[in-house]
Each structure stands twice: as structure tokens, then as C-alpha cells.
């Protein structure tokens, strides 16, 4: 086996490639966009490169058919409470059945990260944000929802059979949409509903800028500081929105209020790997208007859940449940809209959200495991710590 640095236009279509011919056999697997994975590695379009650096090989057997990939990363602001070390970052692994070339690729990604004074890495994770590319497969292996990592189930056993260990396991949950909500729900809903300071609604396209705004109190509120996630800014959250308005579903993004005051969010979005994956990894004129047609004709049937959450003075009062049935059984049961829902992960570390899913009569749909590995090989292995 031989590495090659991704270093120009034909090594990095390469890069694309190795996913394509390794994974399209598997019945579960989708295409991702390919402007998605480019995305990640373009210093104009990944804010990450602002504090950090990466590196992509493409590895070949002795034939120069392509046998695997992986990119390591550097990133001063990934930190997780209670490191001892600093930590880099592995990803976009792809890799033959074959335990000695899995090797290579970790070996390789494991110097670099030395050299840059790392002393562990994470993996498999994302140059950016958790909310795509984080974590390897361990349940599921049937269609991800859009942004999330395939792969087959051998690969758990390179990356442990290497030395990694689970730092935490992350569970998406899923639910049938015609499945009536649990009464408790109802009986919670009730409660606040009969008080008029309470109200719900979804967002508007046309008033993005002021659900902007409603975003970053809650998110500032609900998530800032807490297990190291910063403040966002309106502008940050404005630029969200518009990202996503192509998109959007009106009906599927709701948020509470108490005296007009945003308290509560449930952010929701088609799920896109059903207009994706007929698209072969493409996304030209063309697909744009697949897309389109796809879009008016109804053929997404599942939605994702992107982010639930309540402002910690209305929390365990029935904010959430007023919400669900304010959103989901009122309108999105009510006018059938979608017949699956499935929510992004959850890590194990935040038992609180666990609950709340687990609460709403979900069921597991796939797991996946970010493992670590230390590079002092007698240095004691510690788990993600636990959110209080």
C-alpha cells in the first residue's frame, strides 16, 4: 500500500472517489454531495481554517487501485472538559477490509498530529462542526440522514483493533409519524395551554431576521457555556437561516414563547438525503432542477430533527410538551405531512436530552461512537465527562 498527499485537482477527485468505490456496494449507503466533502477542505468556505490546519491522503494498492482515504486535523478551539493534552482530529476514514493498511492510514495521520504537538486524536470527526461528518457508524448502516458519515460494520474493528477506545457513543432517535402522542403529552400541553402568556408558532421565510434573533436568545440561553459551546451572534444565526431557506419547511420549525419572549426551539428539516441520493453526488443545473421537481412532487416523506431546546428557567415545567403537540400533532400529524421523523444524534455524555428523547416513546435508530486514542499508550483512557 502507498499514501499519496492530496496536493491538487486529480488527487482530490481521488479523495471523492475512494468513498464512492468502497461503500456502493452496500445496500444502506448514500452518495454525498461531493461539494459537501470540498466544502470541508476549502480555506473560503470552512471558517475551522481560521484555527487550524488539515491534511488529506489517498492510499493505493500495489496495483494504484484506490484502497482507502483519511484527513487528520488540527483545531485550537476543539477542546473537550478535562483534556490533559491537546487533541486532534481524524476523519473521512475510508479503508479495504484489511487490518495492516488501516494501520497505515492511522500511523500516518498519528505522526502529522505529533509533529503538531498533539497528544490524541479523535476520530472519526469532522473539520467543523458536530452536526456533520462525527462519529463511525455501529447501529443502523441504512440510509443516514444528510451530513451524516456511512460505513460498513468491519470498520469498528480497525479502529479498535488500532488502539482506539469509545469516548462516547451517540444515538439518533426515531418516531412514526402516524403514531398517535403519548396522553402525557397532551395532559402536559394542557397545563400551559390554558394560560394565555404561552403561545407557538412556526417560522416565516418572510420575517427570517426576527427568528434570527429568537434562535440566538434560546441557543445563548439553553446551550452558551455549557459543555464548552459558545454565544452565537443574530448575524451568525441570520446566516443559518438563509443557508437553509432553500430547504426549509415552514411548518417543521417551531418555537414557544411566554409574553412574546422566545423560550423554547424545535428546528426541523427534510430530510435531504432523499432528494440526494438520486443525484449521484452531483449538484449542477441539472440536479437543481431534479431537485426542484423532486420538492414540488412530495417525495420526501422523512424529516430530521436539527436542535430541541428550552431556556433553563422554563425547564421540566411542560414547555417541551407544549410544543410538540403545538407543532407536531397540530399541524405536522394533523395535515400528514411527513411519515418519519428522525432526530439528530444525541451524545451518551448529555443524559438530560437522552430523557427527553427517550420520553417522547422514540425508538433507537442507528448508533455511532467517537473514539479517542492516546498517544501515551500508558496513559489512563478517561470517557467524555458527563453534563450536569
Same mark, same amino acid.
Given at each position: ?232 451572534? =443574530?448575524? $451568525?444565526? *441570520?446566516? +443559518? ?10 411548518? #417543521? /420549525? ?33 440536479? =437543481?432542477? $431534479?431537485? *426542484?421537481? +423532486? ?10 430533527? #436539527? /436542535? ?35 432526530? $439528530? ?44
Amino acid at each position: 500500500m502507498k499514501l499519496f498527499v492530496v496536493k491538487d485537482a486529480r488527487t482530490a477527485r481521488e479523495f471523492l472517489d475512494v468513498h464512492v468505490s468502497l461503500n456502493k456496494g452496500y445496500e444502506g449507503w448514500n452518495q454525498p454531495l461531493d461539494k459537501d466533502i470540498q466544502e470541508v477542505f476549502d480555506p473560503e468556505k470552512n471558517k475551522t481554517f481560521r484555527f487550524g490546519e488539515c491534511v488529506r491522503w489517498v492510499m493505493k494498492d500495489e496495483k494504484g487501485n484506490l484502497a482507502g482515504r483519511i484527513a487528520a486535523f488540527v483545531n485550537k478551539k476543539y477542546k473537550t472538559i478535562g483534556d490533559e493534552q491537546p487533541v486532534g482530529g481524524v476523519g473521512f476514514f475510508d479503508c479495504v477490509n484489511d487490518q495492516q493498511a488501516a494501520n497505515l492510514l492511522f500511523d500516518t495521520a498519528k505522526q502529522w498530529l505529533t509533529e503538531r504537538g498533539m497528544g490524541a486524536m479523535d476520530g472519526p470527526i469532522n473539520f467543523g462542526d458536530r452536526d456533520r461528518w462525527w462519529g463511525l457508524q455501529v447501529k443502523g448502516f441504512v440510509n443516514p440522514p444528510f451530513g451524516m458519515n456511512y460505513n460498513p460494520p468491519y470498520y469498528r474493528g480497525l479502529f479498535e483493533n488500532y488502539g482506539f477506545r469509545p469516548f462516547f457513543t451517540q444515538v439518533c432517535f426515531g418516531l412514526d409519524v402516524k403514531n398517535r402522542i403519548q396522553d402525557k403529552f397532551y395532559e402536559r400541553h394542557a397545563a400551559i395551554a390554558k394560560d394565555p402568556a404561552f403561545s407557538a408558532r412556526h417560522i416565516r421565510k418572510k420575517e427570517l431576521e426576527k427568528y434570527a434573533q429568537d434562535f440566538t436568545t434560546v441557543y445563548n440561553k439553553a446551550w452558551a457555556q455549557h459543555g464548552g459551546l459558545k454565544e452565537i451572534s =443574530k448575524e $451568525q444565526a *441570520l446566516m +443559518l437561516f438563509k443557508k437553509m431557506k432553500p430547504v426549509l419547511d415552514e411548518r #417543521i /420549525v417551531w418555537f414557544a414563547y411566554h409574553n412574546d419572549e422566545p423560550i423554547a426551539l424545535w428546528v426541523n428539516l427534510p430530510e435531504l438525503n432523499q432528494y440526494f441520493k438520486h443525484m449521484g453526488g452531483k449538484f449542477g443545473l441539472l440536479q =437543481k432542477l $431534479q431537485f *426542484l421537481w +423532486l420538492k414540488m412532487t412530495g417525495a420526501c416523506r422523512k424529516f430530521t430533527g #436539527i /436542535v430541541f431546546g428550552v431556556v433553563p428557567e422554563f425547564q421540566g415545567k411542560g414547555v417541551d410538551a407544549y410544543l410538540i403537540v403545538e407543532g407536531g400533532a397540530k399541524v405536522i400529524q394533523a395535515q400528514h405531512l411527513y411519515d418519519e421523523y428522525e432526530m $439528530q444524534w444525541i451524545g451518551d455524555f448529555n443524559p438530560k436530552m437522552m430523557n427527553v428523547a427517550e420520553s417522547l416513546g422514540t425508538f433507537h435508530t442507528r448508533e455511532l461512537i467517537t473514539f479517542r486514542y492516546l498517544f501515551d499508550r500508558t496513559q489512563e483512557f478517561k470517557r467524555h465527562p458527563i453534563l450536569k
